[in-house]
T-cell receptor, first 112, second 112 residues
Framework: GDSVTQMEGPVTLSEEAFLTINCTYTATGYPSLFWYVQYPGEGLQLLLKATKADDKGSNKGFEATYRKETTSFHLEKGSVQVSDSAVYFCALHNTNAGKSTFGDGTTLTVKP | DTAVSQTPKYLVTQMGNDKSIKCEQNLGHDTMYWYKQDSKKFLKIMFSYNNKELIINETVPNRFSPKSPDKAHLNLHINSLELGDSAVYFC???????????FGPGTRLTVL
Protein backbone atom coordinates (compact mmCIF):
# COMPACT_ATOMS: atom_id res chain seq x y z
CA GLY A 1 0.00 0.00 0.00
CA ASP A 2 0.88 3.67 -0.09
CA SER A 3 3.13 5.11 2.59
CA VAL A 4 4.67 8.43 3.60
CA THR A 5 7.83 8.70 5.67
CA GLN A 6 8.83 12.03 7.10
CA MET A 7 11.68 13.20 9.23
CA GLU A 8 11.25 12.41 12.87
CA GLY A 9 10.95 15.27 15.25
CA PRO A 10 10.93 17.24 17.27
CA VAL A 11 12.93 19.87 15.41
CA THR A 12 14.08 22.96 17.30
CA LEU A 13 15.52 25.94 15.45
CA SER A 14 16.44 29.51 16.21
CA GLU A 15 14.56 32.30 14.48
CA GLU A 16 15.85 33.01 10.94
CA ALA A 17 17.40 29.56 10.62
CA PHE A 18 16.96 27.44 7.48
CA LEU A 19 14.39 24.67 7.69
CA THR A 20 14.25 21.35 5.91
CA ILE A 21 11.78 18.60 6.76
CA ASN A 22 12.34 15.50 4.68
CA CYS A 23 9.48 13.52 3.19
CA THR A 24 9.61 10.45 0.98
CA TYR A 25 6.73 8.39 -0.30
CA THR A 26 5.78 5.05 -1.81
CA ALA A 27 2.73 4.91 -4.02
CA THR A 28 1.33 3.33 -7.15
CA GLY A 29 0.60 5.61 -10.04
CA TYR A 30 1.09 9.35 -9.85
CA PRO A 31 -0.12 10.73 -6.55
CA SER A 32 -0.62 14.35 -5.64
CA LEU A 33 1.58 15.51 -2.77
CA PHE A 34 0.75 17.88 0.06
CA TRP A 35 2.15 19.55 3.13
CA TYR A 36 -0.31 20.40 5.88
CA VAL A 37 0.39 22.50 8.97
CA GLN A 38 -1.29 22.15 12.33
CA TYR A 39 -0.93 25.08 14.71
CA PRO A 40 -1.46 24.42 18.44
CA GLY A 41 -5.08 23.70 19.27
CA GLU A 42 -6.23 23.79 15.65
CA GLY A 43 -7.03 21.42 12.82
CA LEU A 44 -4.74 20.74 9.89
CA GLN A 45 -4.69 23.23 7.06
CA LEU A 46 -3.15 22.96 3.64
CA LEU A 47 0.24 24.64 3.39
CA LEU A 48 1.18 23.75 -0.19
CA LYS A 49 0.71 21.10 -2.83
CA ALA A 50 2.09 19.70 -6.07
CA THR A 51 0.16 17.52 -8.47
CA LYS A 52 2.80 16.27 -10.89
CA ALA A 53 6.51 15.62 -11.17
CA ASP A 54 8.79 18.69 -10.99
CA ASP A 55 5.96 20.91 -9.78
CA LYS A 56 6.97 23.26 -6.98
CA GLY A 57 4.42 24.18 -4.36
CA SER A 58 4.97 27.34 -2.36
CA ASN A 59 3.17 29.36 0.30
CA LYS A 60 4.14 31.67 3.17
CA GLY A 61 7.83 31.32 2.29
CA PHE A 62 7.68 27.51 2.36
CA GLU A 63 8.54 25.48 -0.74
CA ALA A 64 8.56 21.83 -1.78
CA THR A 65 9.31 20.22 -5.14
CA TYR A 66 7.74 16.98 -6.37
CA ARG A 67 10.72 14.74 -7.19
CA LYS A 68 9.52 11.59 -8.88
CA GLU A 69 13.00 10.14 -9.37
CA THR A 70 13.71 10.22 -5.64
CA THR A 71 10.04 9.92 -4.57
CA SER A 72 10.50 12.90 -2.31
CA PHE A 73 8.71 16.12 -1.39
CA HIS A 74 10.97 17.88 1.11
CA LEU A 75 9.68 21.03 2.81
CA GLU A 76 12.02 24.03 3.02
CA LYS A 77 11.95 27.58 4.31
CA GLY A 78 14.84 29.96 4.17
CA SER A 79 14.20 31.85 7.40
CA VAL A 80 11.79 30.51 10.01
CA GLN A 81 9.86 32.63 12.48
CA VAL A 82 8.52 31.87 15.94
CA SER A 83 5.05 31.84 14.40
CA ASP A 84 6.06 28.84 12.24
CA SER A 85 6.10 26.64 15.35
CA ALA A 86 3.62 23.89 14.53
CA VAL A 87 3.28 20.25 13.47
CA TYR A 88 3.91 19.62 9.77
CA PHE A 89 2.38 16.67 7.92
CA CYS A 90 3.43 15.36 4.54
CA ALA A 91 0.65 13.56 2.66
CA LEU A 92 -0.15 11.99 -0.66
CA HIS A 93 -3.44 11.44 -2.45
CA ASN A 94 -3.77 8.39 -4.64
CA THR A 95 -6.40 9.37 -7.18
CA ASN A 96 -6.92 5.81 -8.40
CA ALA A 97 -7.65 4.52 -4.93
CA GLY A 98 -9.39 7.71 -3.84
CA LYS A 99 -7.38 7.61 -0.64
CA SER A 100 -4.99 9.91 1.17
CA THR A 101 -2.03 8.79 3.29
CA PHE A 102 -0.44 11.01 5.92
CA GLY A 103 3.04 10.92 7.43
CA ASP A 104 3.54 10.82 11.19
CA GLY A 105 4.02 14.57 11.50
CA THR A 106 7.08 16.59 12.49
CA THR A 107 6.89 19.03 15.37
CA LEU A 108 8.80 22.25 14.76
CA THR A 109 9.65 24.68 17.54
CA VAL A 110 11.25 28.00 16.64
CA LYS A 111 12.91 29.91 19.47
CA PRO A 112 13.49 33.67 19.46
CA ASP B 1 -18.22 31.25 7.50
CA THR B 2 -16.69 28.12 9.00
CA ALA B 3 -15.99 25.58 6.25
CA VAL B 4 -15.88 22.45 8.41
CA SER B 5 -17.33 22.65 11.89
CA GLN B 6 -17.43 20.12 14.70
CA THR B 7 -19.32 19.99 17.97
CA PRO B 8 -18.48 19.76 20.75
CA LYS B 9 -14.92 21.07 20.90
CA TYR B 10 -14.29 19.34 24.23
CA LEU B 11 -15.93 16.21 25.57
CA VAL B 12 -15.16 14.75 28.98
CA THR B 13 -16.98 11.59 29.96
CA GLN B 14 -16.80 8.43 32.01
CA MET B 15 -15.79 4.99 30.81
CA GLY B 16 -18.71 2.98 29.50
CA ASN B 17 -20.74 5.98 28.34
CA ASP B 18 -21.99 6.56 24.80
CA LYS B 19 -21.25 9.83 23.07
CA SER B 20 -21.58 11.49 19.66
CA ILE B 21 -19.56 14.06 17.78
CA LYS B 22 -21.16 16.05 15.00
CA CYS B 23 -19.55 17.40 11.84
CA GLU B 24 -20.88 19.69 9.15
CA GLN B 25 -19.26 21.11 6.02
CA ASN B 26 -20.59 23.96 3.90
CA LEU B 27 -18.13 23.53 1.04
CA GLY B 28 -20.36 21.36 -1.12
CA HIS B 29 -17.85 18.51 -0.96
CA ASP B 30 -18.81 14.94 -1.74
CA THR B 31 -16.42 13.16 0.59
CA MET B 32 -16.09 13.37 4.36
CA TYR B 33 -13.69 11.71 6.78
CA TRP B 34 -13.09 10.99 10.44
CA TYR B 35 -9.54 10.91 11.80
CA LYS B 36 -8.16 10.12 15.23
CA GLN B 37 -5.07 11.96 16.47
CA ASP B 38 -3.28 10.54 19.49
CA SER B 39 -1.10 12.31 22.02
CA LYS B 40 1.97 11.89 19.80
CA LYS B 41 0.13 13.72 17.00
CA PHE B 42 -0.12 10.59 14.83
CA LEU B 43 -3.10 10.94 12.50
CA LYS B 44 -5.09 7.83 11.68
CA ILE B 45 -7.99 7.68 9.27
CA MET B 46 -11.04 5.93 10.65
CA PHE B 47 -13.78 6.35 8.05
CA SER B 48 -14.45 7.93 4.70
CA TYR B 49 -17.88 8.63 3.22
CA ASN B 50 -18.63 9.59 -0.36
CA ASN B 51 -22.11 10.93 -1.02
CA LYS B 52 -23.43 9.31 2.18
CA GLU B 53 -21.91 5.95 1.29
CA LEU B 54 -19.17 4.35 3.39
CA ILE B 55 -16.01 4.05 1.30
CA ILE B 56 -13.19 3.46 3.77
CA ASN B 57 -13.53 1.71 7.07
CA GLU B 58 -10.13 1.16 8.58
CA THR B 59 -9.56 -1.24 11.43
CA VAL B 60 -11.69 0.47 14.01
CA PRO B 61 -13.63 -1.20 16.84
CA ASN B 62 -17.29 -1.61 15.96
CA ARG B 63 -18.08 0.56 18.98
CA PHE B 64 -17.46 3.40 16.55
CA SER B 65 -20.29 3.99 14.11
CA PRO B 66 -20.36 6.83 11.59
CA LYS B 67 -23.65 8.16 10.30
CA SER B 68 -24.16 10.45 7.33
CA PRO B 69 -27.71 11.84 7.15
CA ASP B 70 -26.78 13.90 4.07
CA LYS B 71 -23.61 14.72 2.25
CA ALA B 72 -22.96 17.82 4.33
CA HIS B 73 -22.99 15.95 7.65
CA LEU B 74 -20.98 13.08 9.07
CA ASN B 75 -21.49 12.22 12.72
CA LEU B 76 -19.49 9.81 14.83
CA HIS B 77 -21.16 7.79 17.55
CA ILE B 78 -19.05 5.93 20.08
CA ASN B 79 -20.50 3.24 22.36
CA SER B 80 -19.04 1.95 25.61
CA LEU B 81 -16.20 4.45 25.75
CA GLU B 82 -12.78 3.18 26.88
CA LEU B 83 -9.75 4.99 28.27
CA GLY B 84 -7.89 4.36 25.00
CA ASP B 85 -10.50 6.33 23.08
CA SER B 86 -9.11 9.54 24.57
CA ALA B 87 -7.76 11.54 21.63
CA VAL B 88 -8.55 14.43 19.34
CA TYR B 89 -11.01 13.52 16.61
CA PHE B 90 -10.96 15.47 13.36
CA CYS B 91 -13.56 15.65 10.68
CA UNK B 92 -12.46 16.59 7.16
CA UNK B 93 -13.96 16.94 3.71
CA UNK B 94 -12.77 17.00 0.11
CA UNK B 95 -14.10 17.06 -3.39
CA UNK B 96 -14.05 13.77 -5.28
CA UNK B 97 -10.87 13.43 -7.34
CA UNK B 98 -9.18 16.32 -5.53
CA UNK B 99 -6.70 15.37 -2.84
CA UNK B 100 -6.83 18.51 -0.74
CA UNK B 101 -8.73 18.00 2.48
CA UNK B 102 -10.31 20.65 4.69
CA PHE B 103 -10.21 19.88 8.38
CA GLY B 104 -12.45 20.88 11.24
CA PRO B 105 -11.04 22.31 14.48
CA GLY B 106 -11.13 18.95 16.25
CA THR B 107 -12.96 17.48 19.24
CA ARG B 108 -10.82 16.63 22.24
CA LEU B 109 -12.33 13.56 23.88
CA THR B 110 -11.21 12.65 27.39
CA VAL B 111 -12.44 9.40 28.90
CA LEU B 112 -12.04 9.15 32.68
Amino acid sequence: GDSVTQMEGPVTLSEEAFLTINCTYTATGYPSLFWYVQYPGEGLQLLLKATKADDKGSNKGFEATYRKETTSFHLEKGSVQVSDSAVYFCALHNTNAGKSTFGDGTTLTVKP
Amino acid sequence: DTAVSQTPKYLVTQMGNDKSIKCEQNLGHDTMYWYKQDSKKFLKIMFSYNNKELIINETVPNRFSPKSPDKAHLNLHINSLELGDSAVYFCASSQVGVGEQFFGPGTRLTVL
